[in-house]
Structures are given as C-alpha cells and as structure tokens.
C-alpha cells in the first residue's frame, strides 16, 4: 500500500507545482496582473473576404482531351450584397478567366413569385439557386460560334475569327451585371478565353 500511495502523493504535488509555475509565467509576461481579461465585442467574423458558397464543374473547354475546372464563389458578410467570383482553371493549374459581379446579377426574377415584394431571404435563395444552375449543361455549346454567324459589333475581330475557325471551340453561356448574356470560349491561337458574343 506504501508502495502506491508514496507516487500518487509525488504526483498530485508536481501536478499542483506545475500549475503554480503556469500561474506565474502567465502573470510574469501579463501587461496588467491586476486587470481581468475580456474578449473583444464588437469585430465580426464575416468580411467581405469569406466564402459563403462555391460551386464547381468540370467541363471540356481549353482542351478536348481533358476538363478544366469552372468554379463560382460568392464572397462577402451578406449573400444580397456580395460579390461572385466566376473562375476557370485548365487541368495544368493556370486560370483561364477570371471575373467578378455582383451576387445579384445571378438572382434571376422568374425564381421569385412577386419580385416587388420579395423579401431579403427569397432574394438571398433565388441567388443560391441560380448558383447551382449557373454551370447548367445546356449552357456549354459546341462549335461555339456557328459557320453562319455574323460578328457582332462589341466582339474583337481577332478573338472572333480564332474561335470560329475551331469548330471544336466549347462556349459557356452566363448571365452578367444588367441581365446581360455573354459567350466566352477558349481561342487555342491566342491561349486564351475570349467573349464572343454580349
């Protein structure tokens, strides 16, 4: 019984020095000893640098033979006012667009049943929604510009005749700021992603 009651006893007292020790360095390096510590109130953990949702796809863009990575992150503290990073990644690591919006030019109203009276939370819900939609299959297009397409005015005439002459180039559809519809597309010539069409 001595034989057990001798280590414990050894044990428990370096347990209660140790903690004393612990006690005393935290104080010794203390600006104020005397001075209870609070934790601070008033900061916030969301900034307009948090990723609140991202949504990914693979898809054949900048080559036929492998997919690239398209990705969607909406950053900010709010869904309503946040802004939507639209990325493109090929297989090797390097971006190949890379663009920024606001949050609402994906919310789209026919999601929303009375968009005059829609509230933050539908407005914050139809934006979700149209995340998960934004890498529909139906919105990647091969050729992606048609043998009877005209050039639009507002689209590089280089850029155009690179990717028209592909008739293995893949377009991708999104919506943008305003409403508007863009095409973009990969111009192997230029190696790079292009518009071509808004």
């Known amino acids: ?49 948090t ?35 639209f990325i493109i990644v090929n297989s090797a690591g390097d971006t190949l667009r890379k663009e920024v919006m606001p949050a609402t030019a994906l919310l ?9 009276a829609a509230t933050v939370r539908d407005k914050e819900i139809a934006i979700l929604k149209g995340m ?3 890498f529909r ?10 043998k009877t397409a005209a050039q639009p005015a507002e689209v590089d005439a280089q850029s155009w005749s690179a990717v028209k002459e592909d008739t293995r180039a893949v377009g991708f559809d999104y919506i943008t700021v305003g409403g508007k519809e863009r095409r973009i597309a990969y111009a192997k010539k230029l ?6 069409a808004e």
């Open 191 to 196: 190696q790079k992603a292009v518009v071509i």
């Open 132 to 134: 998960n939609n934004f």
């Open 108 to 116: 789209d109203e026919r999601e929303l049943e009375d968009p005059q």
């Open 51 to 85: 990723v609140l949702n991202t949504v990914r796809a693979s898809h054949y863009f900048s080559n036929t033979k492998t997919k690239d990575n398209f990705i969607l992150q909406l950053q900010g503290p709010k869904i309503l006012n946040a802004q939507a990073r």
């Open 1 to 49: 019984m001595k034989k057990l009651v001798l280590p414990a006893a050894f044990a428990v007292l370096s347990l209660h020095l140790t903690s004393c020790i612990n006690t005393e360095r935290e104080v010794g390096t203390s600006q104020n000893a005397d001075k209870v510590y609070t934790p601070p109130t008033a900061t916030s953990r969301l900034n307009s640098r």
């Open 137 to 146: 299959e139906d919105r990647f297009t091969q050729p992606a510009v048609p």
